[in-house]
């Protein structure tokens, strides 16, 4: 691997409106990104995402659009440990006026 030591995520196919929650022991950055951009942060390219360091436990990121998803986790270059778990939540369901 070329890029930023990291902690990986591989979420699969999520729904647009799914909610991602990432608990976090310690501080890390959190970086919420799609197949194609993970793939760009593995190579050390330029990648876009959503995220960035998180300051408190759990952080929640909804999901923008319907693709494959990753959380990538890591400490910026320093040193330590990276306890954490991710889950994702499915996409509420609108409620329907009652009728009658």
Known sequence: MIGVEHVKYDLGQVQAGATVVVTLKNRAN???MT???YRAYV???RASFYGGEALR???RSNVPHTDHWYVALDLG???G???SS???EPPRRARLP???
């Open 30 to 32: 959190v970086l919420l």
């Open 35 to 37: 197949a194609t951009n």
């Open 43 to 45: 190579a050390g390219r």
């Open 57 to 59: 436990s759990p952080l």
């Open 77 to 79: 270059g320093a040193s």
């Open 81 to 83: 440990r990276i306890e």
């Open 86 to 88: 991710v889950s994702v």
């Open 98 to 100: 009652s009728v009658g």
